[in-house]
């Protein structure tokens, strides 16, 4: 099946620092990814999506200078959190959609557990 | 705005039970609903997939139906193991083609 392998699965950091998290689809090509924001026993929250070759869409809420995305690849996107603060905390998801049409499923990853200090 | 709601917010049973899990969406134009499993501090599985054309979809002990008219899913599971013991997400795709998620049903499964 659809594998979607995201890394790191766990970090811990000072407030201040930049963190990089990826989001790879293993097995097949995805010209859309996605990524989401879950916070302790609340649901996921589209933060924004990721499309090949071009800029992401955000949400309405989400700093695009704070949570910079790349996807330069078919098979890669990565989110970067800028300057991190304790606020930023939270567990971070990305899926990727397979094909190209609308209705496909979306797998996810294990998820990034980000925690700063 | 598309909202999602899932009932109950947690549930208890003993194992061998059948149960059914209850989402329901405000905006019926949807292209299709998910049904998922999450572990705590895990990413999430998918269970089900059900295009809006469709009125159910079955795997193994699993059985999830949709009712797009009236706004809902159910999410059927046949004799609970303790195994099955998760979070379990619904969620729609909708026409600005995206995912929008109930906050879940936190299900344990007694031994």
């Known amino acids: 099946g659809a594998v979607v392998s995201q890394h790191p699965s766990w970090v811990i950091c000072k407030s201040g620092t930049s963190v990089k998290i990826e989001c790879r689809s293993l097995?097949?090509?995805?010209?859309?990814m996605f990524w989401y924001r879950q916070f302790p026993k609340q649901s996921l929250m589209l933060m924004a999506t990721?499309?090949?070759?071009?800029?992401?869409?955000?949400e309405q809420g989400v700093e695009k200078d704070k949570f910079l995305i790349n996807h330069a690849s078919l098979t890669l996107s990565t989110l970067t959190v800028t300057s991190a603060h304790p606020e930023d905390s939270s567990f971070y998801i990305c899926?990727?959609?397979?094909?190209?049409?609308?209705?496909?499923?979306?797998?996810f990853g294990d998820g990034t557990r980000l925690s700063i200090l | 705005k598309q909202e999602v709601t899932q009932i109950p917010a947690a549930l208890s049973v003993p194992e061998g039970e059948n149960l059914v899990l209850n989402c329901s969406f405000t905006d019926s134009a949807i292209y299709n609903l998910q049904w998922f499993r999450q572990d705590p501090g895990k990413g999430l599985t998918s269970l089900l997939l059900?295009?809006?054309?469709?009125r159910e979809q079955t795997s193994g002990r699993l059985n999830a139906s949709l009712d797009k008219s009236s706004g809902r899913s159910t999410l059927y599971i046949a004799a609970s193991q303790p195994g099955d013991s998760a979070t379990y997400l619904c969620?729609?795709?909708?026409?600005?083609?995206?995912?929008?998620f109930g906050q879940g049903t936190r299900l344990t499964i007694n031994p």
């Open positions: 097995d097949f090509q995805a010209t859309t």
């Open positions: 899926s990727a959609r397979e094909g190209n049409r609308v209705n496909q499923p979306q797998h």
């Open positions: 059900i295009q809006s054309s469709q």
């Open positions: 990721s499309n090949e070759g071009s800029k992401a869409t955000y």
């Open positions: 969620a729609v795709l909708e026409g600005a083609q995206k995912l929008v």
